[in-house]
T-cell receptor
Framework: GQQLNQSPQSMFIQEGEDVSMNCTSS?????WLWYKQDPGEGPVLLIA?????ELTSNGRLTAQFGITRKDSFLNISASIPSDVGIYFC????????????????FGQGTILTVHP | DVKVTQSSRYLVKRTGEKVFLECVQD?????MFWYRQDPGLGLRLIYF???????EKGDIPEGYSVSREKKERFSLILESASTNQTSMYLC?????????????FGSGTQLSVL
């Protein structure tokens, strides 16, 4: 099946530093999504990307849809303690019937720790 | 505020027990999903449903079944719990329009099978 590989697996940074993480796939995705999971909660959608080469921002977060459609990047600028959590990339899974019905494949996650 | 509610936050069961995990959403969403989350493996899809009484297997359906008798409720059933089913279980829902990839998740049920 489709697989998404995220790196790094974990990051330990100081408050105020910038963060970069990425996600790669052996197959093409037409949509890339980035979710964040706060400790003790379910994941929440941060950014959705729909077009190769697209660069989209949400506050201090910026995500890019790779030109090859096989990768995506997420950057966080000037990190703060509430950025702590697990960041997941995701893409729609293929179904035999065509439409994905929102069925997603997720990466393994990047665990972010921010030291004050 | 939109909500996906999972019936239990923590659950401890014994090997061989039948286990029911319940999930309710109040957004009138057509699609509902059950994922399990394990460290280093991310979220893996167990089953999903795109309409009442309609269900499809995800990537890891073995040992699980589901039930969707009403639109707002999606249940995950472990017929005979085993220790390798100890995990965090996450329920999610989404609508069936062009934003169907925007999943709303519950807070999760941490299941321990002893």
């Amino acid at each position: 099946g489709q697989q998404l590989n995220q790196s790094p697996q974990s990051m330990f940074i100081q408050e105020g530093e910038d963060v970069s993480m990425n996600c790669t796939s052996s197959s093409i995705f037409n949509t890339w999504l980035w979710y964040k999971q706060d400790p003790g909660e379910g994941p929440v959608l941060l950014i959705a990307l729909y077009k190769a080469g697209e660069l989209t921002s949400n506050g201090r977060l910026t995500a890019q849809f790779g030109i090859t459609r096989k990768d995506s990047f997420l950057n966080i600028s000037a990190s703060i303690p509430s950025d702590v959590g697990i960041y997941f990339c995701a893409g729609p899974s293929r179904r035999a019937g065509g439409t994905s019905y929102g069925k997603l494949t997720f990466g393994q996650g990047t665990i972010l720790t921010v030291h004050p | 505020d939109v909500k996906v509610t999972q019936s239990s936050r923590y659950l401890v069961k014994r090997t061989g027990e039948k286990v029911f995990l319940e999930c309710v959403q109040d957004m009138d969403h057509e699609n509902m999903f059950w994922y399990r989350q394990d460290p280093g493996l991310g979220l893996r899809l167990i089953y999903f449903s795109y309409d009442v009484k309609m269900k499809e297997k995800g990537d890891i359906p073995e040992g699980y079944s589901v039930s969707r008798e009403k639109k707002e409720r999606f249940s995950l059933i472990l017929e005979s719990a085993s220790t390798n089913q100890t995990s965090m279980y996450l329920c999610a829902s989404s609508d069936q329009g062009h934003t169907n990839e925007k999943l709303f998740f519950g807070s999760g049920t941490q299941l321990s099978v002893l």
